[in-house]
C-alpha cells in the first residue's frame, strides 16, 4: 500500500527539468483539436466563421496552457498527474470532436456547443483541483487559485453555457466575451503564487506547440490536394507554402526562442512569472492563430490549384480566405514582434511592418492566381526574417562592443 502512494504522488519537478514523453503524448489531442479547427473555418468560410474558429482556438489554447503551467512545477509522468493528463486528453477529445459543430449544431445527438462548454468546464477545474492538491503548503498559491476560480473560471463558464443555448452572431458575441473575460481575469488576479521552476522546459514546451500549428500548415496543404491528380502546378503550391513555414520556423526557433528562454532564465520570483504569462500564455497565441489562419488559407489555395475542373490556374482565392491566407502570417509577425519588443525591449521595425503590410493585403491576394499569391507570400516571408535576423545579429554586436 505504502509503494501504491509513492507511486500515486505528484512529484516536484527541478529547474533542471525537461519535457516529459508523457507530455508529448498529452499533446497529441491537440494537434487534432487544432486539425478540426481549420475543418470549422474550411467548412463554410465566412468572416463570422472565422472569428468564431479564433474563439474555438483560444479557448483551446486556455486548456492546453493551464497544464503546460502544472507540467513546470509537478512532473507529468508522476503517477497522479499522469493520471488526470490521460483524464484531460478524453475531455479533449470529445471538445474536438464537437468542434465542427459547435456553431451550428446538426440535428440528431448531443448539443455540440453544450458538450463543447461542459468539456471545457471540466479541463479548467481539473486543472485547479490538481494545483491545489499539488501545493499544500502554500498559502500564496492557493489563494491565487481561489481568485482564478473566481474570476477567471466561473464568470467565462457562466457566459459560455448561455452562449450555448443560442446560435448565430449572439452566441458568438456571447463566446467572445467569455474569452475576454477569461484572459482578463488571468491578468488581474496577477502573478503571485505561479511559478516557472525550469525556464528550459517551459520555452521547450511552447515551442513545441508552434511546432503542432506548423504541422497543421503541412496537413492542410495535403488535406487540399486530397483526391486530385498530381501536376507540375500541385507540386509548385506546395514547395511554396512548405517554404513558408519553414520561413515561419526559422523565425520563431532561430531569433525569438532561444532569446526568450535566456531572458526568462534571467529572471525570478513574480518577474519570471509575468514574463511567461507575457510572453509564452499571451503573446504565442497569435503565433499559433497566425499559423492555423494561414494554414486555411493554404488549404484553399491547394485546391484550387489541384481542381483543374473547377478552377483555372489564373483563379485567385476569394473573400475571407484571401485575407487568412496573408492574414495569419501577419498575425504571427505581429506576434513575433511583441515577443522581441517585450523581451529585448528592442523595436523590430521588419516583423512589424511586414506584419501590418500582410494584414492588408487581403484585397490583393484576391486579384491574384492563388499559385503566384502563395509563391510570393513565401517569398516575402523569407525576405521579412532574413531581414529580421540580420538588424538583430548588428544589434547584437554593437551591444558587445559597447560593452
Known sequence: MAWNRERARMVATGDDHRVTPAELFFDLVFVYAITQVTALMATAPSPVRVVGGMV??????WCWCCFAWLGNVVRADSGALFAVLVTVMAVVLIVSLAVPEVFADAPG????PLVFVLCYGAVRVLHLASYWI??????VLRATLRRTA???????????LIGSA?????????????VAVDYGGIWVTGASGWRVNSPG???????????IALGESIVAMGVGVSGFPL??????????????????WRLYFRQLGEAAEHRLAGLDGDERTRFARDVYTFLH??????VVLCALGMKKALQQVADTGHYGLAEPLHGVVAWSLTGGVGVYLLGAAAIVRRTTGRRPTALATGGVCCLAAGPLVGVVPALVALATLAGAAAVLVWLHGRREARTGVEAVEAA
Open 150 to 160: 473566481l474570476l477567471s473560471v466561473l464568470p467565462p463558464l457562466v457566459l459560455l
Open 166 to 178: 443560442f446560435s448565430g452572431r449572439v452566441q458568438l458575441l456571447l463566446w467572445l466575451g467569455a
Open 56 to 61: 474555438v482556438l483560444a479557448l483551446l489554447w
Open 109 to 112: 445527438g448531443l448539443s455540440a
Open 231 to 248: 501536376t507540375l502546378a500541385v507540386l509548385g503550391a506546395s514547395s511554396a507554402g512548405l517554404l513558408l513555414a519553414a520561413g515561419l
Open 134 to 139: 499539488s501545493s499544500p503548503g502554500d498559502p
Open 285 to 290: 497565441l497569435p503565433l499559433v492563430a497566425g
Open 201 to 211: 522546459h517551459f520555452s521547450e514546451r511552447h515551442g513545441l506547440i508552434v511546432i
